[in-house]
């Protein structure tokens, strides 16, 4: 990837729909940072949410206070809440302004759950409005595609049958605010990528000191220009889902997508990380 993009979701709470810039409904808003062809910060973004080419706004996507990264350290803006409406997923895509099958490709963001449901709650990294990888949890009225809540990860949107599963799951909980930071190293002559997720890591000063929660080099998975949080609507057996999504980051390095500080060790750790994620919650309600 060439630059850096950054969407701290730092839009109104009101729904203003003359006005994208306060509209609570997310689609048709366009900030952040570095979401255009150079991904460069001092430069007009070229995309918006739910715009031309990516998959379109649907069910609820709601800005709302505060933001999840008050764990992590300082930030702006909110946080962007997805759920579906009856049987309408909630969900919005964005454009990245650029088309990246080179080198690696680094993202991060955090996310919490918002209910008890184990509908499919995810984030999907998309070539136009073709889904090649994401990575939540998942529930669908097919048989044998629940994962209980567990994070895992889908590849080209195929489902069960391209599901990575890690033999020692994390579940979603519900109101704990969790870091996912994943890379693509893309293979220059067409083969398969190798895709490695890293979930609540308890220190980000050495990569290389990580172990992946998925590592994957089973599929070949082309370019990636976009991005789509998404909850599930109301399937057989399941109510709707309901996830946020916060500090959504993209770059070339692992620096370059990880917030700071640098320590982040009780981030995503079960009840701890639950208990401040309420309390903070409570302080702004």
């Known amino acids: 990837m060439v630059g850096t993009a950054y969407e701290p979701f730092d839009y109104g709470t009101a729904v203003d729909a003359a006005n994208p810039t306060t509209d609570g409904n997310l689609a048709a808003n366009s900030g952040g940072f570095g979401f255009n062809a150079v991904g460069s910060s001092v430069l007009a973004n070229t995309t918006a949410w739910g715009g031309a080419g990516v998959p379109a706004q649907s069910g609820s996507t709601t800005i709302l206070s505060p933001s999840l990264s008050g764990l992590i350290g300082p930030s702006t803006g909110n946080r962007a809440a997805f759920e ?8 919005a895509g964005r454009g990245l302004g650029q088309s990246i099958d080179t080198g690696s490709l680094y993202f991060s963001y955090l996310t919490d759950r918002n209910t008890t449901s184990l509908r499919t709650v995810n984030f999907s990294l998309f070539t136009g409005t073709t889904e090649k990888f994401s990575f939540g949890q998942y529930g669908t009225a097919t048989a044998g595609t629940t994962t209980d809540g567990n994070f895992a990860g889908v590849f080209l949107n195929t489902n069960p049958g391209n599901l990575i599963t890690n033999p020692t799951p994390v579940n979603y909980g519900d109101n704990i605010t ?8 893309f293979n220059a002559s067409g083969s398969n990528e190798r895709v490695r997720v890293y979930l609540d890591p308890a220190s980000l ?3 290389t000191a990580l172990t992946p929660y998925l590592d994957n080099s089973g599929f070949d998975i082309g370019a990636i220009d976009a991005f789509r949080p998404f909850a599930g609507g109301t399937a057989t057996g399941f109510a709707v889902g ?5 500090e959504i980051r993209f770059g070339g390095t692992f620096a370059s997508v990880v917030p700071e500080p640098a320590s982040l060790g009780v981030l995503g750790m079960a009840a701890g990380a639950g208990l401040l994620s309420r309390r903070r919650r409570a302080r702004h309600g």
């Open 84 to 91: 579906g409406v009856a049987a309408t997923g909630g969900t």
């Open 178 to 185: 969790h870091l996912v930071i994943g890379r693509i190293d």
């Open 205 to 207: 000063s050495n990569e």
């Open 242 to 246: 309901s996830g946020d999504f916060d």
